[in-house]
């Protein structure tokens, strides 16, 4: 007590900086959000994609075609594969839960030598021209989520078997509305004609103006190779219908593992187990994508879905406002008995409709059926 004897109170006016009790701890600085713009960054061009690792083509001019209007660049791109660099990469923390699939432009940093055990980094994923989406199973709704296929491809090549397995119209239908969904072209690719005629589906998709080529085994494929040149095209079809057999006719190297038709159930084992990317020695890709058994559009609207029957939608300006087209209102029945359009469209559109609000919607000719 005798040591404070006379000590007198601090005033207001006298406390300074070294009074104040700091706690250690944490800085105040906020954290910043500016991204490196990782300018440096080489373009690579994804051609396959494995468990989180995506193999990356780089070149100079890696993907850049492929659009219409756009063949001769594309062939530019394609044609540059002799000369890239197969890179392998990882996607980069920055892009959070950013999807890459095959057909993907893409901006690559770190080592991208493509030796051996290394491992460049995906910082940036440019825009799309499009993309390709489809839903597992419209009547499953613990798994109606959309599902990216390819990105960039300007051509879908449908591909349907005439014979063993029969083809089947409602999942073409399905892959058409898809197709006019992400603004792709269209082509109807008709394999073992040896075993069938084409002139049913050919005559059934002739309102369209649906092109279409027809191949047997064996055959020529001058005129599919024309359709593919300098373009970036997808292949999809069911197992079974010779996807395989023609990426491995065109693209020699390929070596896609071909299977064959269960003679019990009539339709063939999955033997693509993830999609690819291939260069076409003429130029141009093709993007080979493992069989589907479903091709889902719950994530597509009712108009996209009845959009991608240009033949019917014409018919569809006599309907009462908010028409669903599955009842009897529908004008679509008076339009198809006029003879402006096969019924067997309208009775596609319909079961596709259904589908999407839970419908079973089994894709088989009735002939087809047990």
Not at 257 to 266: D, E, I, L, R, Y
Request: proline share 6%.
């Amino acid at each position: 007590m005798g040591a404070d004897v006379g000590r007198r109170p601090l005033r207001r006016r006298e406390y300074d900086e070294d009074d104040v009790r700091v706690r250690p701890g944490k800085g105040s600085r906020p954290r910043t959000r500016i991204r490196p713009a990782h300018e440096d960054a080489v373009q690579g061009f994804v051609v396959g994609v494995d468990r989180g690792r995506y193999t990356c083509l780089v070149t100079d001019g890696a993907g850049r075609g492929g659009r219409r209007g756009s063949r001769e660049r594309g062939g530019r791109a394609a044609k540059a594969q002799a000369g890239g660099t197969l890179v392998v990469a990882m996607k980069a923390r920055e892009l959070g839960r950013k999807g890459i699939v095959v057909g993907d432009r893409v901006a690559l940093v770190g080592d991208v030598s493509g030796r051996p055990d290394t491992l460049a980094r995906v910082v940036r994923v440019e825009p799309r021209a499009s993309m390709l989406r489809r839903s597992a199973d419209d009547t499953d709704d613990t798994d109606g989520i959309e599902r990216p296929v390819v990105a960039n491809a300007d051509q879908l090549v449908i591909v349907v078997a005439l014979a063993d397995p029969p083809p089947r119209p409602r999942m073409i239908d399905r892959m058409l509305v898809a197709a006019y969904d992400a603004d792709i072209e269209p082509l109807l690719c008709l394999t073992k004609s040896d075993l069938a005629s084409p002139e049913e589906i050919v005559s059934l998709y002739a309102p369209l103006g649906l092109p279409y080529v027809v191949v047997h085994k064996g055959g020529e494929l001058d005129e599919l190779r024309e359709r593919l040149r300098d373009r970036i095209s997808v292949l999809v079809g069911h197992s079974g219908v010779g996807k395989s057999t023609l990426v491995n006719t065109l693209v020699p190297h390929a070596n896609r593992a071909v299977s064959h038709v269960n003679a019990v159930t009539g339709r063939g084992r999955h033997t693509s187990t993830s999609a690819v990317a291939l260069e076409l020695p003429e130029g141009g890709w093709i993007i080979d994508t493992p069989g589907v058994r479903s091709f889902g559009l719950a994530h597509i609207s009712a108009e996209t879905v009845v959009a991608g029957f240009p033949d019917l939608v014409e018919g569809t300006v006599g309907c009462p406002k908010g028409c669903t087209h599955l009842g009897e209102d529908c004008a679509l029945d008076a339009w198809t008995a006029a003879g402006h359009a096969d019924p067997a469209r309208l009775d596609s559109l319909r079961r596709l409709l259904s589908s999407r609000e839970g419908a079973a919607d089994d894709d088989r000719r009735p002939d087809d059926l047990p």
